[in-house]
């Protein structure tokens, strides 16, 4: 069993940064692939980034990012701290949401049915 608990989330400004975190709880954090999602009010649930799992060393993590997150979000680990990062910087309108971070038990995950746990998500809100 993994629990996630998001923190971060807030309100900003068009232009603005934030900086998600994700703890999670158990000793195998490493063995994980993790993931942050998105939902915007009345739209389904988005795919954000996801980071590899790294085993016993964060040298060799991939990371994927939707497009149209793509060089203005960075998902980072820390498997000493057992923490999932979100760094948001540039952020639209468009980007205010529900976000979540999930897990999945798999080294790198294809669909969202591969992510298995799930936190509560943190809200982000960018005016305009």
């Known amino acids: 069993q993994v629990q996630l608990v998001e923190s971060g989330g807030g309100l900003v400004q068009a232009g603005g940064s934030l900086r998600l975190s994700c703890a999670a709880s158990?000793?195998?954090?490493?063995?994980?692939?993790m993931g942050w999602f998105r939902q915007a009010p009345g739209k389904e649930r988005e795919f954000v980034a996801t980071?590899?799992?790294?085993?016993?060393?964060?040298?060799?993590?991939?990371?994927y990012y939707a497009d149209s997150v793509k060089g203005r979000f960075t998902v980072s680990r820390d498997n000493a701290k057992n923490t999932l990062y979100l760094q948001m910087n540039s952020l639209k309108p468009e980007d205010t949401a529900v976000y979540y971070c999930a897990a999945a038990p798999r080294p790198v995950p294809t669909t969202t049915t591969d992510y298995t746990f799930w936190g509560q998500g943190t809200q982000v809100t960018v005016s305009s």
């Open positions: 158990g000793r195998t954090f490493s063995r994980y692939a």
């Open positions: 980071i590899s799992w790294t085993g016993a060393t964060t040298y060799y993590a991939t990371t």
